[in-house]
């Protein structure tokens, strides 16, 4: 993406619609817009930052604590996702 993205985010029973740049990860653009969005390692091998998509696409650099299983069932790592459509809905299991 060379443009911004709008992302959607059900955390903890709340919704917030947030811009994420090109260079981010969705995890980054949640943080920086103050959003209390898990994660621990940032590296792509705990999963605590794990979301579904739900609406849209991303792209993973790398991912190590989902099975492809998972991936195929739309979990990502919010640590290494970025958006690869213009909006996207994520909701986390919290
Ligand atoms: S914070 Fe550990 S995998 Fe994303």
Do not use: F
């Amino acid at each position: 993406m060379d443009q911004a993205a709008k992302i959607k985010l059900h955390i903890s029973g709340k919704t917030y619609e947030i811009e994420c740049d090109p260079d981010e990860t969705v995890l980054e653009a949640a943080l920086r817009q103050d959003i209390d969005a898990p994660y621990s390692c940032m590296s792509g091998t705990c999963n605590a930052c794990q979301a579904k998509v739900v609406a849209g696409k991303v792209e993973m650099e790398t991912c190590e604590a989902l099975t492809p299983e998972e991936v195929e069932s739309g979990e990502c790592l919010t640590c290494q996702a970025h958006p690869t459509t213009n909006s996207i809905e994520l909701r986390y299991p919290i």
